[in-house]
């Protein structure tokens, strides 16, 4: 008895095809037959939408000085169906391509479509586009899009400044505003503020023909967006001061930094080898990349904050200021030095100087023995509360100082250094471990890494007793109010203010004092530079000279970190450099030429083992 | 006893005609729609028509197999099928290869295949096979979930793999269950929840629980004798509101979302105790309604924008019309309608359309083939090609009524369903009657994973058909 209902079921089935069906049928009697909109409509009712690329923004440095700039660039496109017959040879010398390009770029095009427009040759050449239009009416079916290429007025700040190039297909499909073929920013500044620098595109929509000739703007430009060109940027970098750096690191490897302490801007970020930037931009890109990244010196790899290197003894000045502020020495507290630390079987050794000696000649003659005792002093004796709790205080503060950690450039791809947990040391010394164990740490050796950028961040915080400005590049965007307020912000570090004097003493002395202080060869006739040497053990050839330095003692304008790979002791190379940077800064020439004379010259890309 | 037959002669030949003439005319138009002066062999493989071909001799070869196939099989294979699908669908969810955004293909050397075409054909087979089975109740709760299970599970995973308007085929196979008994008031609380969803997903939670207070009202006023009882406790709900809107007002300061919520509570609570003292059922029922519709809403509000990876909402958001490209709002339907639209009353003729052809219309070969049709052929073709789809699926429900068998006859509505809704999906939004989802039309689209399924899913369905005189009763 229900199948007898359940048939009528079929009937409410075929209906309802039959009412759809007839529903259908009725809309296309309207829009195929009583509709004429649409045939009308037809041959000019088919838009195209034309992108209209911004200009990207400019970069200047703090003095308004133009860093990168925009130059015109065309590249050829191609219409398959609209070519007709051409001399493919006159093209291909008008071009400088081979005919098996013209043919694998051309099935290329037809492939993706036959009718929109495809990239045929990118960025011709300005000789060559002077040529290119007069005869392009021999071609149909090529026409000429405008686009923009950075240039570079100085061979400069590659690394800071970074480079532009096509979005890859990640980017495209995780963010809608990009399409294939457009320019991002790839590293560097143009990175880090590919959002201001970038602009808006625009969009033109014009009705096509059925021979997609352009018929008119569409609507009265109704839809039309027209492109806005991207916000110069200003950076806190000194070209001047930047190049000065370049040239003293040339033919060297290792990196500058310099920082304003009392702002935390950046006044230069050296590293080398370096390359000129214009290789990175235009057509040649690829070939130049490839280049750059197969060369065993590594010119990509920006060593300012991406190089790890020991601090070696500029560790000394944080390891005073923490024994001052754990209360395990003061100013006063002396310790005698045998040309080293030895107790048992353990030795450390120390080159002679006068014994025994005090904290501020303990900086000036940078006593090995001397900061054995300070930092075992630390671990020990801080708190009663044992090595792993002292040890972790000491870090603590070492962190406060920016090491460690990232800082928060406004940079990609920073690292943050390695000073390791207490936990790192007991896996190593299976729970068992003491004070004289990561002694090596106390001259900056052993298990903790620092970049050259962290370097100059700490000593900038040294030259301000006590605090430090997130250090940043960005100095003034076009149309916003003040940069991120996060680098306005003082981070106070884990030691007082009236520890930092006598270190800051030490320091003065290492480079004004007599016979026996360590940097003296730093000094510079009428400023008072406080400077530290450093000395990083590199197992695999000469060992690295550092230096940290800031300057007028009593209102520090500058503050610099220089590393020199392979460059011996700190005072023989990073020394010099940092004290022809702070003249550089702070006098604005160089007056001592026979001593940048010998620094240009210098030469050590052969000391590099290569292996 | 059983009864030898002979396909050929037992084979229903109308639907087989339908069948050719249907793929042969969706050829010329792929090949209308790819065509250029430089490409013009039939069987140049590198166009997608010369593929097409390929696809279509191999269809041939299918059907000859099927017809050599002893129609038992394909009861006796139904879960076995079903669940072999359900596995390859599992594995191209985790190895898939994606085309388009859509994770749906299996690539074996440079064979391309998408389980989600057959995973229709499996699921019509394993639901005819469990719904014919002996004392089938289909109301009875265990079935209902059963049937549920095995629709949704495939349908389920083709949504994860992001391929949202196959999915929706399903949907469709509520047509076969209706035929089978499904009583209309499922049907409509099935309804009432698909409403209900993408009322959550478009509009503000607070209006989908007004249109939930609604609803429920207009029930009780159907479902109730005495309507002054009714009114008395509609008056009762608006003086809960009124009162708790003021209490609301003068010290708790919630929004009025938590008013309605917390008058629906309290209403409710008054109202059960009336149907306990009264021993109304019904009323239960109603305020079971209420109360699983606002979980219901809250719940799918969650989902959508707790669960859900950007992308997937990007697309459904994109199915309701909610968020399109600003310039692109409705572009696609536009041009496919100014494609069909131009071509009139008779057409412009064979390869003689210029809108389809120059890229204007979005997969002209493949979602968008009917803009061709239109375009070349005019109203006249289009109508005709409505014609032998109307003609093609009221033909297999004769044929599917005519069986004697429960299994062939609820396959034979499958095949109708999932055959008119890709129909009444494909060209409804080329001429903008229904949404943007990318299903093929049957047996024109070009593709060889979707002629194929299609074809499998009819012929199997003739194949059985043909053997409907072995069983005697
Ligand atoms: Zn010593």
Redesign the interface.
Known sequence: MQQVSLNTRKYVVISIIILIIIIYIAKLFSIQVLDNQYKTSASSNVLRHITQYPVRGLIYDRNNHLMVYNEAAYDLMVIPHQLKAFDTAALCEILDVTPSYVDAQLRKAKNYSRYKASVFLKQVSAMNYAQLQEELYLFPGFFTQTRTLRKYPDPIAAHVLGYVGEVNDGIVENDKYYKSGDYIGISGIERAYEHELRGQKGVEVFMVDVHNRIKGSYNDGEHDRSAVPGQSIQLTLDAELQAYGEKLMQNKIGSIVAIEPASGEILAMVSTPTYHPNLLSGRQRGVNYRKLQLDSLKPLFNRALQAQYPPGSTFKVLNALIGLQTGVVSVQTEYSCYYGYHIGSFSLGCHGHTSPLNLIESIQHSCNAYYCHVYRNILDEASDAGIVVNYQKWREIARSFGFGKKLGIDFPFELQGLIPESKYFENIYKSAWNSLNIVSMAIGQGEVLVTPLQMANSTAAIANRGFYYVPHLIKNIEKENGIDPKYEVKRYVGVDEEHFDPVIEGMYQAVHGGPGSTARFAKLEGIEICGKTGTAENPHGEDHSIFIAFAPKDDPKIAVSVYVENGGYGSVYAAPIASLIIEKYLIGEVKRGWYEERIFNANLLSREKKD | MRRRINIYRDIDWVTVLLYFILVIMGWLNIYAAVY?EEHNSIIDLSMKYGKQMLWIAASILLIVTIMLIDSRFYAFFAYPTYLFVIFLLLVVLLFGTEVNASRSWIVIGGFRLQPGEFAKFATALALARFLSAENMKIHKFKNLLSIAVIIFLPAALILLQNDTGSALVYASLL?VL????LSVSVLLIGFFAAILFIMALTLPVLYVLLFIVFVSCVLLLLLFEAKKDVLKGIFFFLITVGVLYLINLISLDRSFMWVLIASVVTSSFVLTIRALIHKIPILFLIIAITIGAFAYTFSVDYLFDNVLVAHQRSRINHLLGIES?P?GAG?NVN?S?????????SGKGFLQG??T????VPEQSTDFIFCTV?EEW??MG??VV??L??ML??RL?VLA?RQRSGFSRIYG?AV?SIL?FHL?VN??MT???APVIGIPLPFFSYGGSSLWAFTALLFVFLRIDASRRELLR
């Open positions: 250029n047509i209706y035929r089978e008994g490209d310039l572009y041009q309608k100014i494609a069909i639209g131009s071509g009139g009353f210029t809108q052809k120059y890229d204007f239109g005019g109203f289009t109508t409505l014609l789809f109307l699926l009221i429900i009524e509505y109708v008119f009444a060209v409804g001429i903008g009657l």
